[in-house]
């Protein structure tokens, strides 16, 4: 069976961390539909607009063999249970789906718009962050909702969006995306 994973990311901006799970993702899987989300429980600093061009920067530095790697701001819903109902107008009902999510995120996924009918269209996906460790109650409390999940073997950058936009740490980001901040005067 064809499986799908869907990981949208609210990446202001994206960074090599981002690249790297991308990279993981396209050797695991056979698609990987990718969209920048507005996430509710955070604020923005630049637009969707912005963020999708930097994803596609980002995709585009990637020299991933197999090309299955799909970009589109038609995926980017701010409620995950939208974006795959669209992936799934995209490859069909019969693919297994997998919603790519940040171990920093385990303790909020319980309380997610529609978090019940969700865990019965996807699977999670649960990609190590450093600094944030799995915890076995929130896991179970997922299993409770119905939720069935895995843990990715991928051991991603210790980087940051925030290390970025609080410190101006310029390493966590590729060289393009450095450039198109510098150009399009985003960050300042």
């Known amino acids: 069976m064809t499986k ?3 990981f949208g990311t609210s990446a ?3 960074t090599a ?7 993981w993702l396209s050797a ?6 990718i969209w920048a989300s507005d996430n509710p429980f955070k604020e923005h600093q630049t637009s969707l607009d912005h963020r999708m061009a930097m994803l596609k920067l980002l995709i585009d530095n990637i020299a991933a063999p197999r090309r299955n790697i799909y970009l589109s701001k038609r995926l980017s819903h701010r409620r995950s ?3 795959v109902a669209k992936a799934k107008e995209i490859w069909g009902e019969e693919a297994d ?3 790519v999510i940040g171990s920093d ?4 996924i319980c309380q997610w718009y529609n978090i019940q ?3 019965t269209q996807a699977s999670i996906l649960i990609v190590p962050r450093p600094g944030y460790l799995l915890n076995d109650f929130q896991l179970k409390e997922l299993e409770k909702l119905g939720g069935k999940y895995e843990i990715a073997d991928l051991d991603a950058p210790a980087v940051s969006s925030t290390a970025y936009r609080k410190y101006g740490n310029q390493d966590v980001l590729i060289r393009p995306i450095q450039d198109y901040i510098e150009q399009e005067k985003l960050y300042a």
Request: hydrophobic residues 45%; glycine residues 6%.
């Open 28 to 33: 695991h899987y056979d698609w990987v539909g």
């Open 12 to 14: 202001d901006p994206p």
């Open 81 to 83: 249970v939208v974006s």
């Open 97 to 99: 789906y997998f919603l």
């Open 4 to 6: 799908i994973a869907l």
């Open 17 to 23: 961390g981002h690249q790297s799970i991308i990279r």
């Open 117 to 119: 009918e969700l865990l």
């Open 105 to 108: 995120l385990i303790k909020q």
